[in-house]
């Protein structure tokens, strides 16, 4: 059993990780829209992720979790669950630090993501979200082949991994009135609350959830972990059942609200970014911006972050999404 507690995971892990991640993940850009802003009525700053190597901040985590491995855990090997993003951060961190890679992936992964997890050189083991547990094969094939499982999100060292997103973003454009960030299973929003309460204690810190999916944020009200159906929404990169427990902890005691955004302001938000900004980016990568657009009243004339966590979406599912 995992004796950790959240105390033991503060922004001293964050500055860690951003020294294994020094030169080997990008510092991704900052990005801005003048159109954007005028729609909102403030001063909006993207921290693009989708620009990240695998397209997605995965890779932040995935890397400095493995980069901590000692020599025997290297020699056996890496195994993880994961719908898609988390699966190519460990696949291609796997590969730049030569550790075998298992990833159980769902049957029904977008294709892009099973393609380029399979291009980094892992070995893919398929299962119905549905019907089966995933975190209950992983531990299976850790037990058997003796490989460390590093799961998606409730890990400390995914948690400071993907800490640096806020980090990076504070130390370029300095305090926030507020930051938006999408929530899964919640190692972004934690590891960036890290950062937020370090780097500017009084920003607003807003979690982003699909609506088919708000478990975090019934955790969230109630205080206590929720678990819900795998929920069915385009936000594939947030579709989880549950928060974890280290990232409810530090949710509980750093984040100051939860809310959700539905599948066609996702897209609503897809085809905004395209337009202004130029950019692809998956419909989970959006739900910071879709709920900054919800519209909110609060925002005006603020400084406001949002994270555009990832980009990868299969290119005829993005054209459909986007002409419907
Ligand atoms: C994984 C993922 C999320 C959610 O991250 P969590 O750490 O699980 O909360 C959001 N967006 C994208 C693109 C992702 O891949």
Do not use: W
């Amino acid at each position: 059993m995992d004796t950790t507690t959240i105390g033991d995971i503060t922004f001293d892990d964050v500055v860690a990780a951003a020294g294994r991640l020094d030169g080997v993940a990008h510092r991704t850009p900052v990005l801005t829209s003048r159109r954007i802003d005028d729609l909102v009525g403030a001063e909006v700053l993207f921290k693009a992720e989708h620009l990240q190597r695998v397209g997605a901040f995965k890779f932040r985590g995935g890397y400095n979790a493995l980069s901590q491995f000692d020599d025997d855990q290297r020699a056996a090997g890496v195994v993880t669950y994961s719908s898609g993003n988390h699966a190519q951060a460990i696949a291609l961190s796997a590969r730049l630090l030569d550790i075998p890679a298992t990833i159980v992936m769902p049957t029904d992964a977008p294709a892009s993501k099973v393609a380029a997890t399979r291009g980094y050189g892992a070995e893919i083991v398929t299962y119905d979200r549905y019907t089966q547990d995933r975190a209950a094969i992983g531990a299976d094939l850790a037990a058997e082949r003796g490989l460390t499982l590093i799961p998606p999100y409730d890990h400390p060292h995914i948690i400071a991994g993907q800490g640096t997103v806020g980090k990076e973003l504070f130390e370029e454009v300095g305090d926030l009135d507020a930051l938006f960030v999408c929530l899964g299973g919640g190692g972004l929003l934690s590891g960036v609350a890290l950062a937020t309460r370090a780097l500017s204690p009084g920003c607003r810190l807003v979690g982003v959830e699909p609506a088919a999916g708000n478990d975090g944020q019934q955790s969230f009200e109630r205080g206590e972990l929720v678990t819900i159906e795998p929920p069915r929404t385009l936000a594939d990169g947030a579709a989880t059942p549950s928060l974890g427990h280290h990232t409810f902890a530090i949710i509980r005691r750093d984040v100051d609200a939860i809310v959700t955004a539905t599948d066609n302001e996702l897209v609503d938000a897809m085809r905004l970014v395209a337009s202004t900004m130029k950019q692809v980016v998956e419909p989970t990568g959006v739900l910071g911006l879709a709920a900054v657009l919800a519209p909110r009243e609060e925002l005006a004339g603020q400084r406001v972050g949002v994270v555009i966590s990832g980009g990868n979406v299969d290119l005829d599912r993005y054209a459909d999404l986007l002409a419907d």
